[in-house]
Nanobody, 121 residues
Framework: QVQLVESGGGLVQPGGSLRLSCAASGTIFSIYTMGWYRQPPGKQRELVAFITHGGGTNYADSVKGRFTISRESAKSTVYLQMNSLKPEDTAVYYC???????????????WGKGTLVTVSS
């Protein structure tokens, strides 16, 4: 029943900025981590960044210093602020959440449908 809905993708010029949002909804007891993955055309999906329930973050080397992941205090929405975008950032970006829907259940992994980011002149 858990759903992840991404928004904010689109076409942006090199050097520009975009802000992606991911909202988790449904029955959620506890969220352990939320993050962003991306899949460039013709390439494998890769981790971009994730944030833990305690606020700890981790970034791929390719986006350090340019991207920032954050969350609202309720921990049900995560954002990815992308600055100084490059053509190689072009990809479908997927939201991911590792969470427990109900107390007593095992933690599960959930994925959004993805949002396309295109960096081009």
């Amino acid at each position: 029943q858990v759903q992840l809905v991404e928004s904010g993708g689109g076409l942006v010029q090199p050097g520009g900025s975009l802000r992606l949002s991911c909202a988790a909804s449904g029955t959620i007891f506890s969220i352990y981590t939320m993050g962003w993955y991306r899949q460039p055309p013709g390439k494998q999906r890769e981790l971009v960044a994730f944030i833990t329930h305690g606020g700890g973050t981790n970034y791929a080397d390719s986006v350090k210093g340019r991207f920032t992941i954050s969350r609202e205090s309720a921990k049900s929405t995560v954002y990815l602020q992308m600055n100084s975008l490059k053509p190689e950032d072009t990809a479908v970006y997927y939201c991911n959440a590792h969470l427990t829907p109900v107390l007593g259940d095992y933690a599960r992994n959930y994925w959004g449908k993805g949002t396309l980011v295109t960096v081009s002149s």
